[in-house]
């Protein structure tokens, strides 16, 4: 678009796992993050250039993604349960184009993003820490995993 002067616009689907801790999601959450920081970034660099760039956050989706996970993750099912239809997000991912460099789409995405708001990073870290022990999926993953001894 830069080369060719053309106007246009670049979405990108993201997550609110990348503003949390989100312990056996590691990769997901950090390639969220990843991807909603390059969408605010390119939105800064090429907005003069007449090219909006926004990252959507939607609250979980109804979806084959939870079939294609390799391993069960039990908070990840508990999400899928309040899950939106795809057929809802497109228009309003339209809308977002030429308003906003990041987008919070439906009630889990705006909890946790206004949590995060009011909450330090911190202290969700600590959190999560001192119940993840509690965690069915804690429980799972670890009991096959082998730590060195010192």
């Known amino acids: 678009m830069v080369s060719n002067k053309q106007k246009g616009c670049i979405v990108f689907t993201s997550s609110v796992a990348g503003f949390i801790p989100t312990p056996f999601a590691a990769s997901y959450a950090a390639t969220k993050a990843f991807v909603s920081q390059l969408a605010c970034s390119l939105h800064i660099e090429v907005q003069s250039l007449g090219i909006d760039v926004c990252a959507v956050h939607p609250s979980p989706v109804a979806s084959n993604f939870y079939e294609k996970v390799d391993h069960k993750i039990e908070l990840m099912e508990q999400a899928q349960k309040s899950a939106v239809g795809p057929e809802l997000l497109p228009n309003e991912i339209l809308r977002?184009?030429?308003?906003?460099?990041?987008?919070?789409?439906?009630?889990?995405?705006w909890g946790t993003r206004i949590g995060t708001f009011f909450i330090p990073y911190n202290f969700f870290t600590e959190l999560f820490t001192a119940a993840s022990t509690f965690l069915p999926d804690y429980k799972v993953h670890n009991k096959n995993r082998k730590f060195k001894s010192s």
Not at 96 to 109: E, K, P, Q, T, W
Request: glycine share 22%.
């Open 96 to 109: 977002s184009i030429g308003c906003c460099a990041l987008r919070d789409l439906g009630g889990m995405a």
